[in-house]
């Protein structure tokens, strides 16, 4: 069976501050990899996705991520973070040919000023 | 591109009724769509994953009697929660798979359902 792991439910950081929020998965067969992001009362939102060729991805908002298939890791990863950034995220697989997203716990994100 | 909305955002309803939630692929046609259950402050459970044209295939645990799904077209899916009652209070999140592209999942913005 293929799982997700977020490894942090939450990560408090200060404005301007670099975060990478961490992301591992389990699977015995080829995946894609997507990062999605939940503002307050809202549905989920592509922030980025990984399905071949370079292994960095990145996103119009100053977001990337690493795959990593030796480690099995997807982190997520912004230099210089904005209030705005305030949210939950989260990591997801996808079995190539198949149809589900398996989804992480999820990692509340937030930013003081 | 690749909009999904749904319809509504948010509800109230008594207990014993029953509740309709639309899903529509704005600017894509969808070949698949997907329902998820939220609860607060933990991720999404899939429910129930919809094919245009034919029965919805639903998760373990969910029952199909109880909410109902419908994909008569390519740009729109209906999840029927009938005879609702208060556990049934959560956030459904529908999503659609592009068919062009195929590998992404776009969700709608959620609708939030609160039964008394």
């Known amino acids: 069976a293929q799982s997700v792991t977020q490894l942090d439910s939450q990560v408090p950081v200060f ?3 670099p975060v990478e929020l961490r992301c591992n998965y389990s699977s015995s067969v080829s995946v894609y990899l997507f990062w999605y992001v939940q503002y307050p009362n809202q549905g989920l939102q592509l922030l980025l996705k990984y399905l071949s060729g370079s ?3 990145e996103s119009i908002n100053g977001f990337e991520a690493e ?9 997520l990863r912004k230099p210089s973070v904005h209030i705005s950034d305030t949210a939950e995220y989260f990591c997801a697989l996808q079995i190539q040919g198949a149809q589900k997203l398996v989804f992480g716990q999820g990692t509340r994100l937030t930013i003081n000023p | 591109g690749a909009v999904v909305s749904q319809h509504p955002s948010w509800v109230i309803c008594k207990s014993g009724t029953s509740v309709k939630i639309e899903c529509r692929s704005l600017d894509f046609q969808a070949t698949t769509m997907f329902w998820y259950r ?4 933990q991720s ?3 429910m129930a994953t919809s094919n245009e044209g034919s029965k919805a295939t639903y998760e373990q645990g969910v029952e199909k009697d109880k909410f109902l799904i419908n994909h008569a077209s390519l740009t729109l899916s209906t999840l029927t929660v009938t005879s609702a009652h208060p556990e049934d209070s959560s956030f459904y999140i529908c999503s659609a798979r592009d068919g062009g592209t195929g590998k992404t999942q776009y969700f709608g913005p959620g609708t939030r359902l609160l039964v008394l």
Do not use: C, R
């Open chain 1, 67 to 75: 795959f990593n298939k030796s480690q099995t890791s997807f982190h």
């Open chain 1, 15 to 17: 404005e301007e501050a």
């Open chain 2, 38 to 41: 939220q609860f607060p402050k």
């Open chain 1, 55 to 57: 292994t960095l991805v």
């Open chain 2, 44 to 46: 999404l459970m899939l």
